[in-house]
């Protein structure tokens, strides 16, 4: 058995709150695995984390966890990525999916 992180539990009790006040239902067993990347990666301490969603979950909604979670980072650069395909907010995640993070690269050779 895996066990999750203090943030894992932190994401999934968010998305219940989420769910019950927005009259969501939430079904058993619905989760997707979200990737951290760079400096994004090194904020959270940790390369990727399973987050069990609601039906109809939104790549923005996953966003807005995300957000109150450190309201500091710049999450206006991020782009996201479904299963390996630039995602819109609007998008609809399903169970299983992998939603990477991406924030801007910065840097490199001269």
């Known amino acids: ?3 999750e992180g203090a943030g894992a539990v932190w994401v ?5 709150r989420m769910a019950l006040l927005i009259g969501v239902g939430y079904p058993q067993g619905m989760q ?10 090194e904020a959270l301490r940790a390369q990727s984390e399973p987050l069990e969603i ?7 909604d996953v966003l807005n966890v995300y957000k109150e979670r450190m309201p500091t ?3 206006d ?11 819109k907010t609007s998008d609809v995640l399903r169970d299983g999916d992998e939603v990477a993070l991406l924030p801007p690269v ?5």
């Open 77 to 87: 650069a991020i782009a996201v990525a479904v299963n390996q395909e630039y995602a």
């Open 106 to 110: 910065s840097g490199g050779v001269r």
């Open 1 to 3: 058995m895996v066990s």
């Open 54 to 60: 609601a039906e109809k979950t939104t790549v923005g």
């Open 12 to 16: 999934r009790a968010h998305f219940e």
């Open 32 to 41: 997707v695995r979200v990737l951290y990347f760079g400096l994004l990666r």
């Open 73 to 75: 980072f710049g999450w």
